[in-house]
């Protein structure tokens, strides 16, 4: 079984850090694309930042460029993502993904049940 758990969203001030985890079972996540993409309230999905499985190659959508940075450790079978200079808007659910958002529409990636990042003072 497929297996996404996400964790280390909360409450942070703009400008703020967090620094989110998920952890995957079931399937080869060291040969696995793996993404984030968000929700904001009244939103739809829209990807943030992918990796491919080496890392040879890692995107970011240009709202977070500069600000967030992903990362894996393929021996944890875990998916990172760092959030620094946090900005009201990125306040959304955060959700990791098998696969990475080109040819398929973002809700078709299988994700997690998502971690809740809010950004307010």
């Known amino acids: 079984e497929v297996q996404l758990v996400e964790s280390g969203g909360g409450l942070v001030q703009p400008g703020g850090s967090l620094r989110l985890s998920c952890a995957t079972s079931?399937?080869?996540?060291?040969?696995?694309?793996m993404t984030w993409v968000r929700q904001a309230p009244g939103k739809g999905l829209e990807w943030v930042s992918y990796?491919?499985?080496?890392?040879?190659?890692?995107k970011y959508a240009d709202a977070v460029k500069g600000r967030f940075t992903i990362s894996r450790d393929n021996a944890k079978n875990t998916l990172y993502l760092q959030l620094n200079s946090l900005k009201t808007e990125d306040t959304a659910m955060y959700y990791c993904?098998?696969?990475?958002?080109?040819?398929?529409?973002?809700?078709?990636?299988?994700r997690g049940q998502g971690t809740q990042v809010t950004v307010s003072s």
């Open positions: 990796m491919y499985s080496g890392g040879s190659i890692i």
């Open positions: 079931g399937f080869p996540f060291g040969a696995s694309t």
């Open positions: 993904a098998i696969g990475r958002p080109q040819g398929v529409p973002i809700a078709a990636l299988t």
